[in-house]
């Protein structure tokens, strides 16, 4: 049985607060604990009501229900939890293509661009100090695993952007189309904030902005963040 304590501690991972101040962080469903296992993310504890998930793992805790839906941040918790630490830093360095997130809020909407950039082969993910964390929860579970293959970062961009050496695309309602833009090999393309898009700061600092034409009507909402990035990510693919 884990003791009062250890079950206060694990919940309050589930705050951005107290994951900075220890350096580790959280992750539910089967799912996710093997994607991060199998990375090279070190695990601090596992924590499961069915010990039968994971034969092959050592020093997994068996709990009870309660004890997980104490340590959870679910309504319907998942037979297991465990918690790893923050990644070792990286080197920040600017190879292929990059992709700078210009204070973007919504858990979901990061989750799912982290997803974008395993699934299109962009190691790099530049946030600036506002963008969401990338350890929230619910930014973990969109991720689908991901996480564990993209290089996350948190700098102040326009501090980034000043020293880089690539072009830099920025997404824009105004831009050119994208789908008469030549790629280079090498590149940032920048995102903007869901209800502000990027910033004056930043914006300053972009060389070229690129916009996905509308093809429906003039009153449609705009593209989610999240969608934008997967149509952008496609063309600069496509070479």
Not at 44 to 69: A, P
Not at 70 to 94: D, Q, Y
Not at 109 to 121: A, K, M, Q, S
Request: charged share 25%; proline share 3%.
């Amino acid at each position: 049985m884990v003791v009062k304590s250890q079950i206060k501690f694990i919940k309050n991972l589930q705050q951005k607060k107290y994951r900075n101040e220890h350096k580790l962080f959280v992750v539910e469903g089967i799912k996710l604990v093997r994607e991060l296992l199998d990375s090279d993310f070190e695990v601090y504890g596992i924590y499961t009501t069915d010990l039968g998930l994971l034969q092959d793992t050592e020093d997994v805790e068996h709990i009870s229900e309660s004890e997980l839906q104490k340590m959870s941040g679910l309504k319907s918790p998942n037979k297991i939890l465990a918690v790893f630490h923050f990644p070792t830093e990286r080197e920040l360095k600017v190879a292929d293509w990059t992709v700078v997130l210009d204070d973007v809020r919504d858990p979901g909407n990061l989750g799912t661009i982290i997803r974008l950039c395993d699934w299109f082969g962009i190691d790099r993910l530049v946030c600036s100090l506002n963008t969401v964390d990338c350890f929230n929860p619910k930014t973990l579970q969109a991720t689908m695993g991901s996480v564990s293959r993209v290089n996350i970062i948190y700098t102040d961009v326009i501090q980034f952007l000043k020293k880089t050496e690539v072009p830099v695309y920025g997404a824009f309602m105004d831009g050119t189309t994208v789908y008469k833009e030549a790629f280079p090999e090498k590149g940032i393309l920048v995102m903007g904030n869901e209800a502000n898009g990027v910033s004056a700061e930043v914006e300053a600092l972009i060389a070229k902005k690129i916009a996905i034409p509308q093809f429906g009507k003039s009153n449609t909402e705009s593209l989610n963040v999240a969608t934008a990035t997967a149509i952008l990510l496609n063309e600069i693919r496509r070479g």
